[in-house]
Each structure stands twice: as C-alpha cells, then as structure tokens.
C-alpha cells in the first residue's frame, strides 16, 4: 500500500469516528431531553404531596379542634346518658385526629421522596450535560485531525487531492450513451415505432404525421377497415344489379 493510500485510509476512518461522536452528541440530546421530562414529572409530584401535607395539616387542626370541644361538652355534661354521649364523641374526634396525623405524616414521607427524586434527576442532566460536553469536545478534534489529514494527503498528491467534507464513498456508474433506443412494438400485425412524451407514460405511435395514443389508432384503424368492407359491399351489390339488368 502506497504512503498516499495509507493517508486516505487514515482520513476515512478518522471521519467515521467523527460521525460516530456525532451519533453520541444525538444521543447525549435526547438523554437530556429525557431527563428535563423527568424533572418535570418530579415537580409536579413535588407539588401535589406539598398540596396533600397541607390539607393533612389542615385536618389535624380540625381534629384537634373536635377534640377540645369534646372534652369542654364532656365536662359539661351530666348524666349517664350525656357522658356516654360525651366518650363517644371524644372517642371519635381522637380516632380522626389519628388518621390526620398518619395522613400527615405520609404526606411528609412523599414530600422526602419526591425531593430526593428531584435531587436525582438533576444529578442525571448534570452528568448527561457533561456527557455532551464531553462528546462535542471528541468530535471537535476528530473534526480537526481529519482536516489535517486530508491536507496533508492533498500535499503529497500534488495539491490535485480535494479535501473530503463527507466520508461517503463515490461510485463510479458506468458510462452510458446518451442516445436513445428508439422501442417498437407489433400493433394490428405491424412493427410500429413508440413515442413518449416528456413526464408522462402514454405511448403514442405517429400516422400521417400526426401522434395518436395506440388505442385511438386501433380505434381508427378499425373504423378504416369498417368503412371499406361496407365500400366493397356497395360496389358488389351495384355489379349484381347491373349484370341482372343485362
């Protein structure tokens, strides 16, 4: 292998690896895309369990309010029957201001959670920012070596080298003559050469100088041939007359 192949070879797999960096960069994108929905998913879920602590809240405050106004009836009561009544109530108004405090405290436990969801993910786009940096910086350099050997190799073909912009190869196609063929087909027993206009797939074949598609020439044929074997028919019948007459 000569010295210039060697150089084209080295420039073309330095521009696959720039296209692979650039693949990278892409997919570094859409990592972080994924990650700022991801944030976004996490403040709402932020949101809603600050939402659902502040109502807990709100009916633990309520709970406690039932509760003081049960135990003011309770020490207002008198009789059986009215502390019973009394029991009943301070009974129920603890067994809410349970439930608003266990609500509360769930409430605070998903309130943590979502925060540290939310410390993750900005965690992620960070390290996913750092990524892209990361990748942008390689295919800048990639970038820049494969200039560098693409001019080099253009230095040593005696500057008749051009610098690559893409690390497509390019296929010679073989040459082909720009005449062409003209296309016959047999229509009602006839070799008949085939016309076509430009941007379109109608074929046409030309009678008395004139283009017609191949079904209106049938057609005319047709109606030709009709035309004759009626003429013929006259003239035979006008010859019978005739020679009867005689």
């Known amino acids: ?10 420039a073309i797999e330095v521009e696959d690896a720039v296209l692979k960096a650039e693949k990278a ?33 709100d009916a633990k405050a309520e709970a ?20 019973v009544a009394v029991v009943e109530v301070v009974a129920a108004a603890k067994a809410t201001a349970k439930a608003a405090t ?24 960070k390290a996913a920012k750092e990524k892209i940096e990361a990748a942008e910086t390689v295919v800048l350099a990639e970038r820049a070596a494969a200039k560098a050997a693409a001019e080099a190799a253009e230095a ?8 690559k912009s893409k690390s497509k190869k390019v296929v ?9 063929q003209s296309i016959y087909k047999e229509i009602l027993g006839k070799q008949m050469k085939i ?16 283009l017609h598609l191949i079904a209106d020439y049938k057609d005319l044929m047709k109606q030709k041939a009709i035309a004759k074997t009626e003429t013929k028919t006259k003239v035979t019948q006008q010859k019978a007359k005739s020679n009867t007459k005689k």
């Not at 040593?156 to 610098?163: A, N, Q, S, V």
């Open 102 to 125: 266990e609500a509360a405290e769930k409430a605070k436990d998903a309130k943590k959670a979502a925060v540290a969801a939310n410390s993750k993910a900005s965690e992620a786009t």
């Open 64 to 83: 406690a309010a039932a509760k003081v106004a049960a135990e003011v009836a309770e020490k207002k009561a008198t009789g059986v029957v009215e502390v």
């Open 1 to 10: 292998m000569s010295e210039e192949e060697k150089t084209e070879a080295a």
């Open 172 to 180: 010679k196609k073989p040459a082909v003559s720009q005449k062409k």
């Open 156 to 163: 040593e073909g005696g500057g008749k080298r051009k610098l």
């Open 25 to 57: 960069v892409e997919a570094a994108i859409e990592v972080e895309d994924a990650v700022s929905k991801a944030e976004i998913a996490v403040a709402k879920a932020l949101r809603k369990a600050i939402i659902a602590a502040e109502k807990a809240e």
């Open 195 to 210: 016309y076509k206009i430009p941007d379109s797939r109608k074929e046409y074949v030309k009678y008395k100088g004139e």
